[in-house]
């Protein structure tokens, strides 16, 4: 997760989020996206929560 606002403004955390590059897969995009927004990789065992 990675925060939003300056310290000005209110705070507030926000899950990352994206488009998809070309051919990629929806898992591929939201690790990718998760990455570049906060560094970290996102590894293990992943569920498909939507149909």
Known sequence: MSR???ARRRR??????GEYKGSE???EAAQREF????GFVAE??????AK
């Open 4 to 6: 939003g606002a300056p």
């Open 25 to 27: 897969k929806r898992l």
């Open 44 to 49: 293990g065992h992943f569920e498909h929560l």
């Open 35 to 38: 990455r570049e927004e906060t």
């Open 12 to 17: 507030a955390w926000s899950i990352p989020k």
